[in-house]
Structures are given as C-alpha cells and as structure tokens.
Antibody
Framework: QVQLVESGGGLVKPGGSLRLSCAASGFTFSDYYMSWIRQAPGKGLEWVSY????????YYADSVKGRFTISRDNAKNSLYLQMNSLRAEDTAVYYC????????????WGQGTLVTVSS | EIVLTQSPGTLSLSPGERATLSCRASQSVSSSYLAWYQQKPGQAPRLLIY???SRATGIPDRFSGSGSGTDFTLTISRLEPEDFAVYYCQQYGSSPQFTFGPGTKVDIK
C-alpha cells in the first residue's frame, strides 16, 4: 500500500533553516509528481510546491518562492523540502502528497511533520 | 489568481440529514481540476472527489460532487457519525497553481 512518511520537523529560530524529508513506498515513486502542502495551526491547507516525476519541472507558492527548495531522489524514493530564512508564519504541519497529474489532485498524503518557527 | 470561497463556514446537522457544501471560484475553473477533501482532527486530508464529480477509490456513494464553471457542490446524502469533519475544495489553475478553499466544518447539531 502507498505510504508517505515525513520527517525533519522541529523547532527553529526565525531566519533559520530546516530540511524536511518524505520517504515513499508502495508505488513507483519515479512515475509520480510530488508536492508539499502545509497547514498552520487551526488554519486551512496551503499548497507550497510541486516537482515533476523527473524533477525537471518545479513550482512554488509565492509565499515561499526564493526561500524554499523542493527536490527528489528517485533512487532513494525520497522527496525533500529545504527551508531557509524561516519566518514565524511558516509555522505549520507540512504534508508530503502524491500528485495524480492527469487530474491535478493529491491522492495520498503523509501524516505530516510539524515545523515551529519561534525564538 | 483564482480564489475559492466555501460556504457555509460551519454546518450543524444531525446524523441522517443531508449536507450540501458550496465551493465558489473567483473565475471559471476547469471541472477536470476540481477536487474535494475530508479532514478529521489530527489526521491528514483524504481525497473524496476529483474531476468535480468522480468519487475516489473507496469513497461511499453517499458522497457526490457536482457543478461547473465557478460553482461546485459536495453533497453528503445521509450523514454518518464518521462524516463530521472539515471539507476542503481544491482547484488547479494558473498561478499560484494549486489553491484550496478555506473549508467547511460539518459538526453535530
């Protein structure tokens, strides 16, 4: 069965950096676009970034452009999110999700990892 | 940028009742790229409906989606206890690519 397991969250000071990882299993990782989506405490869902199956196409939400970098390692079945210049407003649960590109949906989600940006 | 608005913000209903949730877009959305998700407290969202009206794998037929253009609806024909949750619509379009609505909470009356 499809499994997505995020890791790497934690407490970081404003201006700091953090790298999130998502380990995928149960499907052919290299066939799928992947995405990061976040949810601030008590708030709704916000799409952060997506990456194509080969890694050649990448897009970011304006709120993270220039600060976050998405990447993937198909040999390791892993997705990453490098987060730099973190701000208090980046505090959220970060979900890794598989993208069904044909219909532009997120069909499987990980359990999420909490990132807290605070001094 | 396409903005999604969901109404009502909260829907208070009893088990067995019908729930009708609305998602309105600020400009026309491709029906192919309109989806609905359910989220329960402490859990990740779960895909319910894609392509505006197609149920995802394993989703009971009491869930149905409809609509086109700027107006979309998620209907739960008879609420089961496990259906009380927050529901989000989501679309894909031009920048910023993917957007979600603010959510509708369906709670027990």
């Amino acid at each position: 069965q499809v499994q997505l397991v995020e890791s790497g969250g934690g407490l970081v000071k404003p201006g700091g950096s953090l790298r999130l990882s998502c380990a995928a299993s149960g499907f052919t990782f290299s066939d799928y676009y992947m995405s990061w989506i976040r949810q601030a405490p008590g708030k709704g869902l916000e799409w952060v970034s997506y990456i194509s199956s080969s890694g050649s196409t990448i897009y970011y939400a304006d709120s993270v452009k220039g600060r976050f970098t998405i990447s993937r390692d198909n040999a390791k079945n892993s997705l990453y999110l490098q987060m730099n210049s973190l701000r208090a407003e980046d505090t959220a649960v970060y979900y890794c999700a598989r993208v069904q590109w044909l219909v532009r949906i997120f069909d499987y989600w990980g359990q999420g990892t909490l990132v807290t940006v605070s001094s | 940028e396409i903005v999604l608005t969901q109404s009502p913000g909260t829907l208070s209903l009893s088990p067995g009742e019908r729930a009708t949730l609305s998602c309105r877009a600020s400009q026309s959305v491709s029906s192919s790229y309109l989806a609905w998700y359910q989220q329960k407290p402490g859990q990740a969202p779960r895909l319910l409906i894609y392509g505006a009206s197609s149920r995802a794998t394993g989703i009971p037929d009491r869930f149905s989606g409809s609509g086109s253009g700027t107006d979309f609806t998620l209907t739960i024909s008879r609420l089961e206890p496990e259906d009380f949750a927050v529901y989000y619509c989501q679309q894909y379009g031009s920048s910023p690519q993917f957007t979600f609505g603010p959510g509708t909470k369906v709670d027990i009356k």
